[in-house]
């Protein structure tokens, strides 16, 4: 559905650009950055919604904040033992 869209769209910016000249390739320089820019914008959103998700998990959840707070420092809790389970072959720091 996408390319038959995009096929449309230059179909028609061809015509534009045959009947009106340089204003109608203006037209279409815009609508391409106004595209793009559409594109960043959805990014960005969908950015903000996973921060504000993670935001009001660290306000609200603290066995989420514990969690992360012992695998960002590797931190473990007084008596307990960490077995770190890792896919290469180094040998553990002493």
Avoid: C
């Avoid at 009001?56 to 960002?72: A, G, H, M």
């Avoid at 420092?73 to 553990?92: C, I, R």
């Amino acid at each position: 559905m996408e390319t038959r869209r995009k096929t449309w769209l230059l179909v028609g910016s061809l015509a534009l650009v045959i009947a009106f000249g340089p204003g109608a390739i203006q037209w279409v320089q815009l609508r391409w950055r106004q595209h793009v820019m559409d594109q960043r914008l959805r990014v960005l959103e969908a950015k903000r919604d996973e921060l504000e998700t993670e935001q009001q998990r660290l306000k609200t959840d603290p066995v989420y904040v514990e969690n992360r707070i012992r695998s960002t420092f590797k931190v473990a809790k007084p008596g307990e033992v960490v077995v770190p389970l890792t896919d290469d072959n180094t040998p553990p720091k002493r």
